[in-house]
């Protein structure tokens, strides 16, 4: 089945500590996404690619950082330097960067701090 | 600032009853809205999308409906079942690109015996 895989789905992060959420799809999408989800706020975008070797900010970028070196994969590190990092994380693609394209979620990462 | 609300925060019925959630939106250009199904633990899945020259759209017992002029959005469940518990998310673009969406934090419903 086509879909997008995050991995792993419960992640602990110690302090100073940077931790890797990884994302991948099959559904040969060229544009992917990492959003964040807090209690009682809309998802909010990290970052986004709409190509391989090209990926741009989004509304809350610092303290975070990703890599597209391949179509199918789009891992986000959570640096020591996001303060709050506590959430939940989800990726999504979709076919291009186009709004009226729907966008495929996986199904999200929560990381919490020990 | 683009916002979306949406309303109620939460909401309970019994099954088999049906519901309407809202969406009002203060996005400027409009794009298009979508409605999205986000069961607990799990990532959202798109239900509908609309554009402006829309006004309603059906995927099974979902039917969302679209006031451009108004800026307003509902999506009604008909018959509703012990699966649609979850939360519904109305997201809004404001252009023609899926890095300017404006999302709404969601109606919470559950649906009991």
């Known amino acids: 089945d086509g879909g997008i895989t995050q991995s792993p789905k419960y992640l602990f992060r110690k302090e100073g500590q940077n931790v890797t959420l990884s994302c991948e799809q099959n559904?040969?999408?060229?544009?992917m996404y990492w959003y964040r989800q807090d209690p009682g706020q809309g998802l909010r975008l990290i970052y986004y690619?709409?190509?391989?070797?090209?990926?741009q900010k989004g509304d809350i970028a610092e303290g975070y950082s990703v890599s597209r070196e391949k179509k199918e994969s789009f891992p986000l590190t959570v640096t020591s330097a996001q303060k709050n990092p506590t959430a939940f994380y989800l990726c999504?693609?979709?076919?291009?960067?186009?709004?009226?394209?729907?966008?495929?979620f996986g199904d999200g990462t929560r990381l919490s701090i020990l | 600032k683009n916002q979306v609300e949406q309303s109620p925060q939460s909401l309970i019925i019994l099954e088999g009853k049906n519901c309407t959630l809202q969406?009002?939106?203060?996005?400027?250009?409009?794009?298009?809205l979508r409605w999205y199904k986000q069961d607990t633990g799990r990532g959202p899945v798109s239900l509908t999308i609309?554009?402006?020259?829309?006004n309603t759209k059906s995927n099974g017992r979902y039917t969302a409906t679209l006031d451009a002029d108004t800026k307003q959005s509902s999506l009604h469940i008909t018959a509703s079942q012990l699966s649609d518990s979850a939360s519904y998310i109305c997201?809004?673009?404001?252009?023609?690109?899926?890095?300017?969406?404006?999302f709404g934090t969601g109606t919470r419903l559950q649906v009991t015996l």
């Open positions: 969406c009002n939106y203060t996005v400027s250009p409009f794009s298009n």
């Open positions: 690619s709409q190509i391989v070797n090209d990926f």
């Open positions: 999504a693609s979709s076919m291009d960067g186009r709004s009226n394209q729907p966008q495929h």
């Open positions: 997201v809004v673009s404001d252009t023609g690109t899926a890095s300017k969406l404006t």
């Open positions: 609309m554009t402006f020259s829309e």
């Open positions: 559904l040969n999408h060229d544009a």
